[in-house]
T-cell receptor
């Protein structure tokens, strides 16, 4: 089962910041928080990941609370092309666990003009 | 840099047949994972290969199998196809499969079983 809880859907006005929350209250010290998104009929697209510190890249910012029990993905200026399903995933960082990602249902983000 | 390439993009088979799907990872990536996506079950992990060895396996029957070649390319095979195997099959690659190395997905093979 997925170790994260996300809202089922959210709406955002075009040009405004989209803030997508994720709860991962049982996260362990060696687990990373990953965000992916999936646009219809395409494979999931990697957005960003982090362990403890806030992270920013050309696509988004990731804010992780100090206790690491929740995080927020921020798309600073949402466009219509950002309409997608957004997945928050907690990923174990052990060699034996390998590359297994456990996806939940995600959040459907609708950006509206 | 080319992304993850999956072939074919679409495939139609009938019950009882078998199918082989192919995945070419990003150049330099040695870990390849496979996922199944259906409307009912969502995205589910099938298995992962690293250096030609299966490192992790999801909860799927033995009809689902895979392999990885020395050039890191991977194939997955489904035998004795069932209607419920209709799905989008996704392949993802990463450098070594370590926790801080993101996986990058292809656009999948859509398999329809008649």
């Amino acid at each position: 089962d997925a170790k994260t809880t996300q809202p089922t859907s959210m709406d955002c006005a075009e040009g405004r910041a989209a803030n997508l929350p994720c709860n991962h209250s049982t996260i362990s010290g060696n687990e990373y928080v990953y965000w992916y998104r999936q646009i219809h009929s395409q494979g999931p697209q990697y957005i960003i990941h982090g362990l403890k510190n806030n992270e920013t890249n050309e696509m988004a910012s990731l804010i992780i609370t100090e206790d690491r029990k929740s995080s927020t993905l921020i798309l600073p200026h949402a466009t219509l092309r950002d309409t997608a399903v957004y997945y928050c995933i907690v990923r174990v960082a052990s060699w034996e666990y390998g590359n297994k990602l456990v996806f939940g249902a995600g959040t459907i983000l609708r950006v509206k003009s | 840099k080319a992304g993850v390439t999956q072939t074919p993009r679409y495939l139609i088979k009938t019950r009882g047949q078998q199918v082989t799907l192919s995945c070419s990872p990003i150049s330099g990536h040695r870990s390849v994972s496979w996922y199944q996506q259906t409307p009912g079950q969502g995205l589910q992990f099938l298995f992962e290969y690293f250096s030609e060895t299966q490192r992790n396996k999801g909860n799927f029957p033995g009809r689902f199998s895979g392999r990885q070649f020395s050039n890191s390319r991977s194939e997955m095979n489904v035998s004795t196809l069932e209607l419920g195997d209709s799905a989008l099959y996704l392949c993802a690659s990463s450098l070594q499969g370590l926790g801080n190395q993101p996986q990058h997905f292809g656009d999948g093979t859509r398999l329809s079983i008649l």
